[in-house]
């Protein structure tokens, strides 16, 4: 037998007890005639002593481990004179009898602990190395946690977990495919799933009523931080229900993953909000909903004082920021930087603060009177002590998002986005579309199957622009931990929702015809979603990057580091694949 315990699992209770552990050197220390050396596997860390007295050789060998070597050992439990109360062994210790080296090991080049020396590149290409720090590990844990939980909850319900295709056809509506070329099928390409989503859909048509599935999707996105070019998304969907049905199953996934894993209670139903005040009062579609600093618009009040940048403004928008008025001029020109960065873009930043005695000052003081100022104030419920941000600018959805970065890093600043505290929601009443500068032509906000809601079928034709879609996301903190809707099931509708988003007959018959043909044979009432695995493991970690929770990951600029990946082909592959590499600086 290699081992009668693992390193975390021998308590006082064992004193006595003769065991064999095996795992890998954290550490050793020599003090004295002793050898101390922390053996470590999954499950935890245990001491073990060597003492020279009772056996000078085993003791040497013991003098010879290093950081990282794989070993075996037999010896008596005892209690430990001076305890650790940090580890859960901490109470007791072996005194090795038998030692055996299964394996040596080369010194790691960072060290194995859970504060590391280890810079972000290292530790990637040491994955396996990384993976060993119980900081990492724990966070792989939490996530077979969750699905396990994910898998019992849907499994209670009826849902079956069914297995979809990874290598399928290209869909160019949504993000962009990774491909893979066929060898059987020279200058043909499978692409990638961006999501299973057609394949649940025609598993509806099939009849399998409750479909599940924790699944990799696949999307070529642009670079942005903390993206991976692979993810993985809970996938599910239901037939024969109405959107309430579907937020009232996920919802209870969420309650129930909260109270499991975290052991924390909500007993009131999310909130709910449509995107249109998502966007009026937060300017965001996934307001973080740990603080307030909800949008006041005012324009009303603060046209017309002889102020050329507010006169010109299409939206002016304010938030109060409770308690903040000692803010220096310091801080208020580097928020004024802030929101100037081109990545925000706004053109510069008007403040007011209330002062003990509750008047008003302003940077435009001069061309506002104390009565002007005191209306603001009361728009604002602003009270002595608060600051009053003000964003203003031609374009209101604009304008309106620069307000909600501006927002989110007083909220920073004040400490208001506390990770252990959680406020969720749904946004419901999504638009259909969104125009698409890019493209110039309207584009699906969620993607062409969701279905409109029937009270707007009539805006259709006459103004798709303002058509509402059964579309739904659930928001966590400020992240979009899920998205669906509920899809068309008529095949004359979805032909028509995909001639508005600009595809022929033809064209929608090329890409999509599999899923129309299906619509004809008696297609259910359905609808789903998608949760985010890798968000919500980091959300329910309090991580800040999603890297730490999926094992292998790809580093900012999409690479897996550890295994040099991508890479070029080699000749012999690129022929046998009938395909020849243009790009010209192939490193
Ligand atoms: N397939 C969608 C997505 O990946 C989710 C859904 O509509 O179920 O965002």
Not at 58 to 65: G, I, R, S, V
Not at 556 to 569: E, H, K, Q, S
Request: aromatic share 10%; net charge negative.
């Amino acid at each position: 037998m290699y081992r009668t315990h693992t390193c975390g699992e021998l308590r006082i209770a064992d004193a006595g007890k003769q065991v064999t552990l095996a795992g890998w050197v954290q550490r050793s220390r020599k003090m004295g005639g002793m050898t101390f050396v922390d053996v470590r596997d999954r499950y935890g860390i245990t001491q073990i002593v060597f003492n020279s007295e009772s056996d000078a050789a085993l003791n040497d060998a013991a003098a010879k481990l290093g950081r990282e070597f794989v070993i075996q050992v037999t010896g008596l439990v005892r209690e430990r004179e001076s305890k650790n109360k940090n580890i859960p062994t901490g109470d007791i210790e072996i005194i090795a009898q038998q030692l055996n080296v299964l394996n040596e090991s080369a010194t790691p080049p960072f060290t194995i602990e859970d504060d590391t020396d280890g810079g972000d590149d290292l530790r990637m290409k040491y994955r396996y190395l990384d993976l060993r720090r119980a900081a990492v590990r724990k966070n792989l844990e939490l996530r077979h946690d969750i699905c396990q939980k994910i898998r019992t909850y849907l499994s209670d319900l009826k849902f079956l977990e069914v297995e979809t295709p990874v290598l399928i056809g290209s869909t160019p509506e949504g993000a962009r495919d990774f491909v893979v070329p066929s060898r059987m099928n020279p200058g043909q390409f499978y692409a990638l799933p961006q999501s299973p989503q057609t394949l649940k859909q025609l598993l509806m048509v099939a009849g399998f009523d409750r479909y599940f599935q924790i699944v990799k999707c696949f999307r070529d996105e642009d670079l942005r931080a903390d993206r991976q070019p692979e993810f993985t998304q809970i996938d599910c969907e239901m037939s024969f229900i109405e959107q309430e049905d579907i937020l009232n199953v996920f919802e209870g996934l969420m309650k129930t993953l909260f109270r499991e894993v975290k052991g924390i209670d909500f007993n009131e139903p999310f909130l709910r909000m449509t995107w249109q005040d998502a966007m009026k009062y937060y300017g965001s579609d996934k307001p973080d909903l740990r603080f307030g600093m909800k949008f006041v618009e005012i324009k009303d009040i603060m046209q017309g004082h002889g102020f050329s940048v507010f006169d010109g403004a299409e939206y002016i928008g304010a938030i109060c920021a409770k308690g903040a008025a000692h803010y220096t001029r310091k801080q208020l020109d580097a928020l004024t930087d802030f929101v100037k960065r081109p990545q925000i873009g706004a053109k510069g930043l008007v403040y007011a603060r209330v002062e003990a005695d509750g008047s008003v000052k302003s940077s435009v003081d001069k061309f506002y009177d104390q009565a002007s100022l005191q209306s603001l104030k009361e728009r604002m419920q602003a009270e002595a002590g608060d600051l009053i941000l003000i964003i203003c600018g031609p374009n209101a959805m604009k304008a309106r998002k620069q307000l909600c970065e501006l927002r989110l890093e007083m909220g920073n600043q004040l400490g208001l986005r506390d990770k252990n505290k959680y406020a969720c929601l749904w946004v419901i009443d999504f638009p259909m579309y969104e125009w698409s500068e890019e493209e110039n032509r309207l584009m699906a906000m969620h993607h062409p199957f969701t279905s409109p809601k029937p009270e707007d079928y009539g805006l259709l034709d006459s103004d798709p622009a303002s058509v509402r879609a059964n579309a739904y996301d659930m928001v966590i903190n400020g992240v979009e931990v899920g998205g669906g809707s509920i899809r068309i099931h008529d095949a004359v509708l979805q032909a028509k929702i995909f001639k508005i988003l600009g595809f022929t007959p033809e064209k929608a018959q090329q890409q999509f015809g599999f899923l129309m043909n299906a619509f004809k044979f008696g297609a259910p009432p359905h609808g789903g979603l998608a949760f985010g695995l890798d968000r919500l493991v980091s959300l329910f970690a309090g991580l800040d990057s999603i890297r730490d929770c999926i094992a292998f990951p790809k580093n900012n600029a999409g690479r897996d580091v550890m295994l040099d990946a991508p890479a070029p082909l080699d000749q012999k592959q690129l022929d046998e694949l009938e395909l020849a590499v243009l790009a010209k600086d192939v490193k």
